[in-house]
């Protein structure tokens, strides 16, 4: 009887370099703009809800994934420390094998050199009807996964999505980088480096398509630069058919220069036009309190926000039955106007939400 491991497609490894071969001239960049704008959403979405003061804490008993020796050991391998920030950890060996009985864990095994680790959950919910467990790791960083660039793991469940935030470790005010996981095949995937070398804490966040959520962190040094994320900003439009109003929220993330209260506008302009009607314009106040910077805070990022704007009424109506809102949002930095400008719906491919409507802007001139 064959052995199953010497199946190059049973290799995580052996799949990830065939995918290289065949991928060896890329037409693009990495959709690191798309990933970027996700994080920004979910960053939008959890301030609008404390502006508003809602607070929805789900919280249930800790699991975690349980690894079941089946006989079968990695071969010997040593980490090389000059290999490009693209290269997965050598690793041979099966994947891991998870515990059925243990409920509702996060699902995630690193593999090392020296043997696999399994990721503790932050944020747990299979799908978009489970009650997700929240903050399960309190203040803890994380496991600490040494020194090393891209990190190869495992998820318990196919069909997943994966981005990461980097944030150096020791800085009071960090800029935060985002970057997508490559999936290699199998369940497997590479996380690759970001920002210049040095320690961060990376927060690792899964997506399933049916609105499942994971989320760990971790630490790691890292010995090579990777990319870092380009200044941007975005409108948010949260119409509530049922109270008749509107929450508007201008975001602007990863800026540069990291602003104070005097430097900015007290104001944003944000103005609508809806299916080629009349334009409606709103002010939207800044938040002082997103400039400030701690342990979570991220530098060059802030955000103006309004909430309980009418909803308007006939052509000026906002909602998900337009066909069409384009939105122009101005505010000052600096003694500088920045005017963005965007339409909804997005391009053809990008993911919307149920409850939200966002709008990339492009800035004259070009935000700092």
Do not use: K
């Not at 009418?310 to 906002?318: K, M, N, Q, V």
């Not at 919307?352 to 935000?367: G, I, K, Q, S, Y």
């Amino acid at each position: 009887m064959t052995d199953p491991t010497s199946d190059p497609s049973h290799d995580p490894l052996r799949r990830w370099l065939s995918a290289q071969v065949e991928a060896a001239t890329p037409a693009t960049t990495a959709p690191f703009d798309d990933v970027r704008r996700r994080a920004g959403r979910d960053r939008s979405r959890t301030a609008l809800a404390v502006a508003a003061s809602v607070l929805v804490v789900g919280l249930v008993a800790t699991g975690a994934w349980a690894l079941r020796p089946d006989g079968r050991t990695p071969g010997p391998a040593s980490p090389d420390p000059s290999a490009p920030t693209s290269t997965p950890p050598p690793t041979t060996g099966p994947d891991p094998i998870l515990d059925p009985d243990q409920p509702n864990p996060s699902g995630l095994v690193v593999r090392r050199p020296d043997g696999d680790l399994v990721l503790p959950a932050d944020t747990s919910c299979w799908t978009e009807d489970t009650e997700c467990r929240r903050a399960l790791m309190g203040d803890e960083p994380g496991p600490d996964l040494g020194v090393g660039d891209a990190v190869m793991f495992w998820f318990a469940r196919p069909g997943w999505d994966f981005e990461a935030v980097f944030r150096p470790v020791g800085e009071v005010c960090p800029r935060a980088t985002t970057v997508r996981a490559e999936a290699l095949g199998g369940q497997w995937f590479l996380l690759p480096v970001a920002d210049r070398a040095g320690t961060y804490e990376v927060s690792l966040r899964g997506r399933a398509p049916g609105g499942g959520l994971t989320e760990t962190r971790f630490t790691r040094t890292t010995t090579v630069d990777g990319p870092t994320d380009d200044p941007s900003g975005t409108a948010w439009l949260f119409p509530d058919p049922d109270t008749g109003t509107v929450s508007v929220e201008l975001t602007l993330n990863d800026l540069g220069v990291h602003p104070t209260v005097p430097e900015l506008s007290t104001r944003a302009e944000v103005r609508t036009t809806t299916d080629g009607g009349p334009v409606r314009t709103m002010e939207v106040p800044l938040v002082p309190q997103s400039l400030e910077c701690g342990r979570r805070g991220e530098r060059g990022s802030f955000y103006f926000q309004a909430t309980d704007l009418p909803l308007g009424s006939g052509e000026d109506r906002i909602d998900r039955d337009a066909r069409s809102i384009e939105v122009v949002a101005r505010f000052e930095l600096g003694g500088t106007s920045y005017v963005g400008r965007g339409t909804w719906p997005p391009v053809s491919g990008e993911p919307t939400e149920d409850t939200d409507l966002r709008v990339p802007l492009r800035f004259t001139p070009a935000l700092p």
